[in-house]
């Protein structure tokens, strides 16, 4: 269609000696047609390129992060530990998280993506497998301690990495695409880990929950070997993009960086930011709510039914994930579509902290799948949209520490709700107390992305 429209505007300009007032606005929209064709014909190639591998990668995560609350329907048992061991055990995955997130997203930007991601699947993969081999408390607190601090730097690695190949306007789309992996985790995940812990107890003289950090584990550290081969560090390194296309998009990212108002704070001041706390106070909140019911949520199912086997668990709590999923992409497109942010992250963060409080209420597994499917829906729709609200609110020059210090406050809510719950649980002999505080932490969440201060819209590009 371009090349036939250009034709005739050329053919007339040729007849009649040049271009009249109409073959100019003609000519005005087709390269405006054009550039634009051009810019989503690079987006695509970039997604269909990055994408998928950086969704595997981060199901490998999900799943070596969170297959210990499948584990801990036996686990515990075999090994004598307690709702607060459990608790504290799960959550002190997000304290190391927190405590090298910073430094692992500033040795991102020194040594690239490719070898950072690549070192630290080794690392985790291998220390997940080594779950098997777990006897007292402190050696859970220790190996679930150094599984966080080798996965400190990948979703926020990734967040920023992502800023490197999309433009504002493209990335909660290509957020929300990669963050597709938590509802396919959840969905196959959840199932998996269960079928694991039923087919393979007793296999080689292991326990099912053994065989399940083993299983899940060492792929995590052989697909390491693969990311070092195949993930370009920058678009100047995608020899899959032309020479045209990777000089149009350079330049777009540095127009869109140029634009950004300046920031000289040290690397001190940027930690703390009035914009990075706030959006750090909102991770916290919404993170630790939403990581709390993930890590508890097969104990809270097989409390109501205990006659449920580890895969029936799995399905309950695995299904709720494709609404999250759908989340993901709907509303994600919706918020790039009319460039607004906070409100579509606190309608997310209100819908799930609606969610927690039917669970909190709820007296029967099929009423706690009615809680978990409003949850994550709501969970998912927030998600989509938090990271390109990050990305947008923070100045580029602020962007690496930026992003880092929100995820790890983000995590350091996740370890002390994990673990609080399971504190409140010995106390009370009761769920509701803890899920009806991680749904307060989602209202509250709510309001505080509400206080972030409203950036600039950019124009849209072509």
């Not at 985790?124 to 730097?153: D, H, K, N």
């Not at 704070?265 to 750090?280: E, I, M, N, Q, S």
């Not at 099929?366 to 938090?386: D, E, H, I, N, P």
């Not at 210090?405 to 996740?414: D, E, I, R, W, Y």
């Amino acid at each position: 269609m371009c090349r036939v429209s250009c034709a005739r505007v050329a053919e007339r300009r040729f007849r009649g000696g040049g271009a009249n007032h109409n073959d100019k606005q003609e000519w005005g929209g087709i390269m405006a047609e054009s550039d634009q064709a051009f810019a989503d014909d690079v987006r695509r190639q970039i997604s269909v390129r990055l994408i998928p591998l950086l969704i595997v990668i981060y199901i490998m995560a999900h799943l070596d992060r969170v297959n210990v609350s499948f584990a801990a329907l036996t686990m515990n048992q075999d090994l004598d530990f307690s709702d607060p061991v459990y608790g504290l055990g799960a959550g002190l995955f997000f304290f190391g998280y927190f405590l090298f997130e910073v430094p692992a997203n500033l040795l991102l930007e020194r040594i690239g993506a490719r070898r950072l991601i690549s070192g630290i699947m080794l690392i985790w993969g291998t220390v997940s497998a080594l779950m098997a081999c777990v006897a007292t408390p402190a050696q859970f607190y220790v190996m679930r301690f150094i599984l966080g601090v080798a996965e400190a730097g990948l979703y926020p690695g990734i967040i920023l990495y992502l800023t490197y190949w999309f433009r504002a306007n493209d990335r909660a789309t290509a957020i929300g695409q990669f963050a597709l992996a938590l509802a396919v985790a959840g969905l196959l995940g959840s199932p998996l880990s269960g079928a694991i812990m039923d087919g393979m107890g007793g296999v080689l003289g292991l326990a099912g929950w053994q065989w399940l950090f083993i299983v899940e584990g060492i792929p995590t550290a052989l697909l390491g070997f693969v990311v070092l081969t195949v993930l370009p560090d920058s678009p100047a390194h995608a020899r899959w993009l032309t020479a045209a296309q990777r000089s149009w998009l350079q330049s777009a990212l540095a127009t869109e960086r140029a634009a950004a108002a300046p920031v000289a704070h040290g690397t001190l001041r940027k930690l703390f930011h009035p914009t990075v706390l706030l959006l750090a106070l909102a991770y916290f909140l919404f993170l630790g709510s939403f990581t709390g019911v993930i890590f508890w949520s097969p104990k809270l199912v097989h409390a109501l039914d205990p006659g449920l086997s580890a895969t029936a668990v799995g399905w309950v709590v695995g299904a709720p994930y494709l609404l999250f999923g759908a989340a993901l992409v709907v509303w994600g497109r919706h918020s790039d579509r009319t460039g607004e942010r906070h409100w579509h992250v606190s309608v997310g963060a209100l819908t799930a902290a609606a969610g927690y409080l039917l669970m909190a209420f709820a007296g029967s597994v099929w009423q706690v799948s009615v809680g978990m499917l409003v949850a994550l829906l709501g969970a998912g729709a927030a998600f989509s949209c938090f990271w390109g609200l990050v990305t947008a609110a923070i100045p580029p020059a602020m962007a690496a520490v930026g992003i880092a210090v929100v995820n790890s406050l983000g995590a350091l809510g996740a370890f002390v709700t994990v673990a609080a719950l399971g504190r409140l649980l010995e106390a009370t002999h009761s769920y509701r107390p803890g899920v009806l505080l991680f749904s307060v932490a989602a209202v509250l969440a709510a309001v505080a992305v509400q206080m972030v201060p409203r950036p600039a819209r950019p124009r849209p590009a072509a």
